[in-house]
Nanobody
Framework: QVHVEESGGGSVQAGGSLTLSCVAS????????MGWFRQAPGKEREGVAN????????VYTDSVKGRFTISLDKGKNLLTLRMNDLRPDDDGRYYC???????????????????WGQGTQVTVYS
């Protein structure tokens, strides 16, 4: 059974920073793409950032460019998301996922990702 688990969420004042982590079963090392997604109450899930395992190339949704950084430690199979200058709009539950999307370097809602964690909550207050 593939296991994916996120951690690092919390409550932070606007302008602050958080780092999310995701550990996954060794099997996911065979999958080409990992990503972070988020979902706020009443809103659809949206892609935040993806990373292609082979080249470590990355892509971000426009609203987080320059503020968030996705990275992957291949040896530990540890995915992280460093979030700086957090805004109230960044509120939501953040999910880590892996899979075989047709184009890893395209931000989508995640329907083409296969393995998901339970998520970690991020709350940004003014």
């Amino acid at each position: 059974q593939v296991h994916v688990e996120e951690s690092g969420g919390g409550s932070v004042q606007a302008g602050g920073s958080l780092t999310l982590s995701c550990v996954a079963s060794a099997f996911t090392k065979t999958l080409p793409c990992m990503g972070w997604f988020r979902q706020a109450p009443g809103k659809e899930r949206e892609g935040v950032a993806n990373i292609y395992r082979g080249s470590l190339s990355t892509v971000y949704t426009d609203s987080v460019k320059g503020r968030f950084t996705i990275s992957l430690d291949k040896g530990k199979n540890l995915l992280t998301l460093r979030m700086n200058d957090l805004r109230p709009d960044d509120d939501g539950r953040y999910y880590c996922a892996s899979g075989w999307p047709p184009n890893c370097l395209e931000i989508t809602g995640g329907s083409d990702f296969t393995y998901w964690g339970q998520g970690t909550q991020v709350t940004v207050y003014s």
